[in-house]
């Protein structure tokens, strides 16, 4: 089992930044990908961003340019910085991880991921 905790997520103003990081412990190893996912109200859960082991990154088009997804192996930790912060961002944001290797179409799809953090909320007011 993998355990994951999200952290960083809070209230900003469009226009502003956030760094959320997803500290992860048990088995790791497990981890081959890792991604950040969010979910709004009456929404489902999408895919943001996602990133291999060896670094292979996955963003949604809604994200690119503004987001950028990295992870420390040694220390276990997953990274989001978001920039530029927009109104329609704001929502629950998960961190995930899988156990898998998957090709490039299922890397956003949270139905591809074994493990899931309680999650953290990003709000962004205008």
């Known amino acids: 089992q993998v355990q994951l905790v999200e952290s960083g997520g809070d209230s900003v103003q469009s226009g502003g930044s956030l760094r959320l990081s997803c500290a992860a412990s048990g088995a790791t190893s497990s981890s081959n990908y890792m991604g950040w996912f969010r979910q709004a109200p009456g929404k489902e859960r999408e895919g943001v961003a996602t990133?291999?082991?060896?670094?292979?990154?996955t963003y949604a088009d809604s994200v690119k340019g503004r987001f950028t997804i990295s992870r420390d192996n040694a220390k276990n930790t997953l990274y989001l910085q978001i920039n530029s912060l927009k109104p329609e961002d704001t929502a629950m944001y998960y961190c995930?991880?899988?156990?898998?290797?998957?090709?490039?179409?299922?890397?956003?799809?949270?139905?591809?991921?074994?493990?899931w953090g309680p999650g953290t909320q990003v709000t962004v007011s205008s």
């Open positions: 995930a991880a899988s156990s898998r290797w998957f090709g490039s179409t299922s890397r956003l799809s949270a139905l591809a991921y074994n493990y």
């Open positions: 990133i291999s082991r060896y670094g292979t990154t």
